[in-house]
């Protein structure tokens, strides 16, 4: 049974850094399609980054240069580091996972079948 366990949200300040983390059990990581979804309340969720199988990695446009995806085969845990933040970073973080990802469609939430449950950070100015 496919399950992913978010975790390391918290509060800081504008300018801060987080380092959020997914849990991943009943799949092997190397073999999903992984990403990091966020949602602002009164907003659709958006993709923020998303890394493939073969280790290619994607982002958002708003984080890009300020945000890293990784992952650690070993312990099966996903990352997103996130640096210089902002109040517009305040959102529900998700990973989400799938095998099979349209490699164009890597940001889009309909591609990804499997979710955790959610870590919130706010950011304060």
């Known amino acids: 049974q496919v399950q992913l366990v978010d975790s390391g949200g918290g509060s800081v300040q504008s300018g801060g850094s987080l380092r959020l983390s997914c849990a991943a059990s009943?799949?092997?990581?190397?073999?999903?399609?992984m990403a990091w979804f966020r949602q602002a309340p009164g907003k659709e969720r958006e993709g923020v980054a998303a890394?493939?199988?073969?280790?290619?990695?994607t982002y958002g446009s708003s984080v890009k240069g300020r945000f890293t995806i990784s992952q650690d085969n070993a312990k099966n845990t996903l990352y997103l580091q996130m640096n210089s933040l902002t109040p517009e970073d305040t959102a529900l973080y998700y990973c989400?996972?799938?095998?099979?990802?349209?490699?164009?469609?890597?940001?889009?939430?309909?591609?990804?079948?499997?979710w955790g449950q959610g870590t919130q950070v706010t950011v304060s100015s």
């Open positions: 890394i493939t199988t073969d280790g290619s990695t």
């Open positions: 989400a996972a799938d095998p099979w990802v349209r490699r164009r469609l890597l940001l889009q939430r309909a591609e990804y079948a499997y």
């Open positions: 009943g799949f092997n990581l190397r073999s999903y399609n």
